[in-house]
């Protein structure tokens, strides 16, 4: 492991002013238009050393009701303001996050242990949903339909929801508020949002950002309201909340599955992005140097913690044995270390818990007679060496998502064979085919290929665009956010016909009473 030259206190010493928090003091973890908090006091601490970063004042039962209730007016008075006037208060949010992107990129790495570069790549990922969702502003448009009707007209419109519960998970800790809040923003939407509460101070960072940009507009500021607490608590509360029309929920199948069953008993609506198990086929007419970097980048980046990770790769019997020697070669150069370090690329897992849920996987791994090729040890702390197994795809431990560095590698023969493995687990998120062969290429693309919401070509699995819709199918709980026409699940359809004639036929050409 590579020595330590900038500390956690360092950084956070310099970075938390600027992003007003505080280092000793109490942070106030609810935001209801206004700062408060009279729950339980979480303490932080950075997966990089342990350290303690800072304390949250988590919201209390009364603390939800009061940001809630908040929420709801400002969304009455939000909706009213035409969607591209609320299209500029999201530019400025995502120049008032441009200014701070360094600072904001490095308390992603204190908390969640990214290296810096993937830190400021969230954030970056937060601007562009911004500029995304300004232009997005002046384009909510719906269609004109023909009436079968003389002297009628119909069309669909669309109206703001109301105010989106936001339910995040730790290793997305701000992009995917920014993917919520941005697109639920220019909708007309207000939005409540419980981030995970293993990266409580990035979320009140970035709700203090959005409360400045409200203010200088003269918005309400309880439009990105903020309540920070555990699931089983907050959680549960928002999405039992019949005030609450959408909830988008981010995170582990088994959260997706509370969350979609309690959301769907009041009749709400969910936008689940849940666990993959995402997958890399490797063919013999690959181009191999970008196969290599697409599965070492997308297998080990953020430590394997990302939903679209590389967790499992088929590569063609003709060029198992050398390929998959390259890649176990290019895994003993992997500097590990702290991720505050310019020079690492692979930082710690977020917790113990994480490390013994990938030390378990493993030892099952062993117990099926899987051949670890390399890795898999505890350096120290949360620091894990990433891991290379040949294993079998039927096995339970592969068809799970383990949340950590842990590659599977497999062989096959035919394509057919490759996509039916690459599709037989219960996740559906991302996928990939590396082949330099048209006719493979748009087979793992028809509709007998990849069964992914993602499905890739000469590219890795993980590093989508905020541009396409994000998601995945099966278990990944088939939401889709972001990109493409990802606002309508925002947004309120509605469709409305206008008789402009001087009769009333019935639709179906039914007589009645004339
Ligand atoms: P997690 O499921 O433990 O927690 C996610 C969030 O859900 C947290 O805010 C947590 O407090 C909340 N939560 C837990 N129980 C809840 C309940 N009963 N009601 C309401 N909320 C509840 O996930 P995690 O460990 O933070 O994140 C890792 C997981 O997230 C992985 O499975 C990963 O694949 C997935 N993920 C998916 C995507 C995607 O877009 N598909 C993106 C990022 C992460």
């Known amino acids: 492991m590579k020595p330590q030259s900038v500390t956690v206190s360092l950084v956070a010493k310099t970075i938390f002013p600027k992003l007003g928090l505080s280092l000793k003091g109490l942070n106030s973890g609810v935001f209801s238009g206004s700062w408060s908090g009279s729950g339980a006091v979480l303490e932080k601490r950075s997966p990089i050393d342990g350290s303690l970063l800072g304390r949250v004042q988590q919201a209390s039962a009364e603390d939800y009701e009061k940001a809630m209730t908040a929420a709801q007016a400002a969304f009455l008075a939000w909706r009213d303001l035409p969607a591209p006037k609320r299209g500029e208060v999201v530019r400025q949010l995502g120049n008032a996050l441009r200014e701070l992107k360094t600072e904001l990129g490095q308390i992603v790495s204190l908390e969640a242990g990214k290296i810096l570069s993937e830190g400021e790549g969230e954030v970056q990922e937060m ?55 941005a697109l639920a923003a220019v909708c007309g939407d207000a939005t409540i949002w419980k981030p995970s509460e293993k990266t409580p101070l990035i979320a009140i960072a970035c709700i203090k950002i959005a409360e400045k940009v409200c203010r200088a507009n003269g918005v309400d500021p309880a439009i990105f309201s903020l309540v920070i607490g555990e699931g089983k608590t907050v959680g549960e509360l928002l999405s039992n909340d019949r005030r609450i029309p959408l909830v988008s929920a981010t995170g582990s199948t088994r959260m997706g599955q509370r969350v979609g069953e309690v959301v769907a008993k009041r009749f709400g609506r969910s936008l689940l992005e849940l666990g993959g198990n995402n997958a890399i086929i490797v063919t013999p007419s690959a181009d191999l140097k970008l196969a290599k970097r697409a599965i ?4 080990v980046g953020t ?25 176990v070669a290019a895994y003993a150069q992997l500097p590990i270390g702290s991720p505050l370090e310019k020079t690492t690329l692979i930082g ?52 799970h998502e383990t949340f950590a560095p842990i590659l599977y590698v497999m062989g096959y023969r035919e394509l057919d064979d490759a996509i039916a493995m690459q599709n037989a687990v219960p996740q559906g998120l991302s996928s990939a085919i590396f082949t330099t062969d ?39 709980g088939g939401g889709r956010e972001s990109g493409s026409d990802a606002w309508k699940a925002y947004m309120r359809r509605q469709t409305v016909t206008i008789n402009y004639s001087n009769a009333l036929p019935l639709a179906q050409g039914i007589k009645f009473g004339d």
Not at 348 to 361: R, T
Not at 362 to 378: P, S
Request: net charge negative.
């Open 127 to 181: 601007i562009d949903i911004c500029d995304f969702a300004v232009g997005l502003s002046r384009q909510l448009h719906g269609l004109t339909i023909a009436s079968e009707r003389p002297g009628h007209r119909m069309m669909e419109q669309w109206q703001p929801l109301g105010v989106v519960g936001i339910i995040s998970a730790f290793n997305f800790p701000v992009a995917v508020w920014a993917w919520n809040s």
């Open 296 to 299: 070492v980048f997308g297998a």
């Open 303 to 327: 430590a394997g913690q990302r939903c679209t990770s590389t967790r499992r790769i088929f590569v063609h019997e003709s060029i198992k044995a050398e390929f998959v020697a390259s890649l």
């Open 348 to 399: 710690p897992l977020i917790d113990e818990a994480a490390v013994a849920m990938m030390q378990a996987s493993l030892k099952q791994v062993k117990k099926f007679g899987g051949n670890v090729l390399c890795g898999g040890e505890l350096v120290k702390g949360n620091y894990v060496t990433p891991c290379i197994v040949e294993a079998q795809n039927d096995w339970p431990v592969v068809q």
């Open 438 to 476: 048209l006719r493979e290429a748009e087979k793992f693309l028809s509709a007998r290929g990849s069964d992914c919401g993602i499905a890739n070509v000469n590219i890795g699995t993980s590093g989508a665009e905020i541009g396409g819709a994000f998601g995945g199918e099966k278990e990944t």
